[in-house]
């Protein structure tokens, strides 16, 4: 009698989509020569799906069909290696953790793009710039590209975007103008994130495109921000470790000189430019850590030949944002513990209800997202019977420099219209030796929603819910989510509540310990 073969029982479909040919063969070859059966159609016994996909709508778009077929695992190409390795069928850690649910239910004809990791420029109301276009059209024929590279024996696997385009090209043939709403990968994260799904099996290689994203950033270069960015995030979400360049062969988001780096690092074990940082990356750093100097002015103080602190101090002309920058620069390099922002929300809370105890209080920004530490204190009041009286916050202010606690004021950005509703300023709470920034924020009650959103974060959240927005033909601020109309004109359509504004939008709301993305 000879014993069983370790696939004998396995009846596997392999997905090819971002697995490289070579790796497919050396799977169905080990599968095959121990046992197991590559089968290509459900119709027959499947006990195994084997993919790279992370998301069931890409696994059953793929198999044609609504739903899995009964008693089968979804595992990661590790399983062929793993179960090897371990002399048995090594389901642990191989089965693959979905990260997709259902599309948004209230967007029409929407088309995802996972890989985009497009920003938004800051000024979100303004039409997509050449350089967003352009972006927006790499992406779209990268993800269509990916849908019709696939050199191996299924016929036309359908994918979520080639199907959405068939679908609308047939209800819609005359109109040759697609809809396109885009969902920012991140965002996408957000509405469908689960909480086991985040192994990154790359570190070694992310690690060092992290750096190059470091790099890149000295340099001021968008594009390679962007694109090493990307590559990290599609990286780090790969459900199998990277052996060779074959691996990650027409892998979308990933070119020729991701690839180069890749192959690099996999060789020598780390990318020689992302250790090799520029000579202004320390002076440079150096300064925009001084509130209120950013890249441009870092920058500047380089060209003209600033090397060290001293050097501005001594030498440049500052504004008086950027003399307190200096005065509390060891100060603001320090991160405040939770604790802290703990103890300074309950005594901004009390002495700001000891002029009125009908406002209501909340911190926002890092703390409210539950980090462990914040770089400033971001509080936000409203009042609930109205418009905040317009001495409000200045009150506020003095009262709270009057006990000691407000130790000076940043300038601040005025509103639209005309009504302060941002103050910053520097704070020290008795007994704490370090003094800190603060924000204090007075929101319209009627735009409460809409400012919460802002204030919560993270900024890279609001990026894509904004930029989500915009491409709905909304806009999106602290004010409201306004709807755009044909002359740039602007109506409010919500602001009360998140959940109105998420429920346009068909974002599912959230809490803000979710809004990490
Ligand atoms: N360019 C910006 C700056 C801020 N914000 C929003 C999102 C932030 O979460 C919130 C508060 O801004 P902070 O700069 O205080 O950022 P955080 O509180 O998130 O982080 P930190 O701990 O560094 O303060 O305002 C934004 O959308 N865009
Ligand atoms: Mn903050």
């Known amino acids: 009698m000879t014993s069983k073969l370790l696939f004998h029982d396995v009846h596997a479909i392999l997905i090819p989509e971002n697995i490289s040919k070579t790796r497919i063969d050396i799977m169905r070859q080990r599968l ?4 197991g059966t590559v089968v290509t159609s459900t119709s027959t016994k499947v006990t195994h799906i084997i993919t790279a996909h992370q998301c069931l709508h890409q696994v059953l778009g793929f198999l044609k069909l609504d739903t899995l077929p009964p008693d089968c695992k979804v595992v990661s190409p590790d399983f062929i290696a793993k179960s090897i390795q371990h002399g048995c069928l090594e389901h642990s850690g191989c089965e693959v953790q979905f990260i997709e649910p259902a599309l948004p239910k209230k967007t029409e004809s929407v088309i995802r793009v996972l890989d985009s990791d497009e920003e938004l420029s800051e000024a979100e109301t303004e039409p997509l710039d050449d350089y967003e276009q352009q972006l927006m059209e790499s992406m779209w024929s990268e993800s269509q590209a990916a849908t019709t590279e696939t050199d191996n024996e299924f016929e036309n696997p359908p994918s979520i975007y080639s199907e ?3 679908a609308e090209a047939t209800s819609n043939s005359n109109q040759t103008e697609r809809k396109k709403i885009i969902i920012p990968e991140a965002l996408l994260r957000y509405m469908n994130a689960s909480p086991n799904s985040s192994e990154n099996k790359n570190q070694h290689i992310t690690d060092e495109f992290t750096r190059l994203v470091k790099r890149a950033e000295t340099e001021g270069n968008q594009w390679r921000i962007r694109s090493y960015k990307k590559a990290v995030k599609i990286i780090s979400k790969l459900s199998f470790r990277i052996m060779s360049k074959e691996d990650v062969k027409g892998l979308k988001g990933i070119g020729k000189n991701m690839t180069l780096k890749i192959e690099e ?3 020598t074990g780390y990318s020689l430019k992302a250790h090799t940082i520029p000579e202004k990356f320390g002076p440079l750093e150096k300064f925009k850590n001084i509130y209120g100097v950013g890249e441009k002015i870092a920058e500047k103080f380089y060209t003209i030949g600033y090397r060290t602190l001293e050097d501005v101090k ?22 405040i513990p939770r604790s802290e922002c703990s103890k300074i929300a309950e005594f901004v809370t009390k002495m700001v209800h000891e002029l009125d105890a009908n406002l209501i209080c909340r911190m926002m920004g890092s703390y409210l997202r539950g980090s462990e530490t914040c770089g400033d204190v971001d509080f936000m009041i409203t009042d609930p019977n109205g418009l905040p009286n317009e001495g409000l ?3 506020i202010v003095l009262k709270l420099k009057n006990v000691g606690f407000i130790l000076e004021n940043l300038s601040s950005p005025a509103s639209e219209d005309g009504h302060e509703r ?8 008795a007994g704490v030796g370090i003094a800190r920034r603060i924000d204090i924020l007075i929101v319209p009650f009627d735009e409460l929603g809409a400012a919460t959103i802002y204030f919560t974060g993270n900024t890279e959240f609001n990026r894509c819910i904004r930029l989500l927005a915009r491409k709905m033909g909304y806009s999106l601020n602290q004010h409201g989510l306004f709807r755009k109309g044909p002359n740039g004109e602007k109506t409010l359509v919500a602001s009360k509540t998140e959940q109105e504004i998420f429920d346009i939008l068909g974002v599912p709301w959230k809490p803000a310990t979710e809004r990490n993305i």
């Not at 001594?314 to 991160?335: M, N, P, V």
């Open 32 to 35: 095959t020569e121990k046992g």
């Open 164 to 166: 959405a385009t068939n």
């Open 265 to 267: 690092i996999l060789r």
């Open 314 to 335: 001594s030498k440049a002309t500052l504004t008086r944002d950027q003399q307190l920058g200096i005065k509390y620069y060891d100060d603001f390099l320090q991160r």
């Open 393 to 395: 916050l200045e009150s």
């Open 422 to 429: 941002i103050w910053r300023g520097i704070c020290k709470l």
